[in-house]
């Protein structure tokens, strides 16, 4: 069982700036890629951007230099960090990571997300 834990939301006035963290633990033989998805309760859910193993970056056309997604692979973590936010980035922002647990098996799985508030 492979789990995802998140943490570094909260509450920060608009222009501010905000670090997440996205951890994977249990049985994991390799990780291919993590990602980020934000979602908004009655909004469907938003990609934000995604890494690979090999270090290839995807950051939403809309939030392209502003977020920015970094990993630590020794540590298994996924980093995403928001600069300048606005009140429109207001959201429950989720990570989620696909790779093996074992040679033949492999996994997709969701962290439990983490919310960010952008108010003044």
């Known amino acids: 069982q492979v789990r995802l834990v998140q943490s570094g939301g909260g509450l920060v006035q608009p222009g501010g700036s905000l670090r997440l963290s996205c951890a994977a633990s249990?049985?994991?033989?390799?990780?291919?890629?993590m990602g980020w998805y934000r979602q908004t309760p009655g909004k469907q859910r938003e990609f934000v951007a995604f890494?690979?193993?090999?270090?290839?970056?995807k950051i939403a056309d809309s939030l392209r230099g502003r977020f920015t997604i970094s990993s630590d692979n020794a540590k298994n973590t996924t980093y995403l960090q928001l600069d300048n936010l606005k009140s429109e980035d207001t959201a429950t922002y989720f990570c989620?990571?696909?790779?093996?647990?074992?040679?033949?098996?492999?996994?997709?799985?969701w962290g439990q997300g983490t919310q960010v508030n952008v108010s003044s």
């Open positions: 989620n990571a696909d790779g093996k647990v074992s040679p033949d098996e492999r996994f997709h799985t």
């Open positions: 890494i690979a193993s090999r270090g290839n970056t």
């Open positions: 249990g049985t994991i033989f390799s990780i291919e890629g």
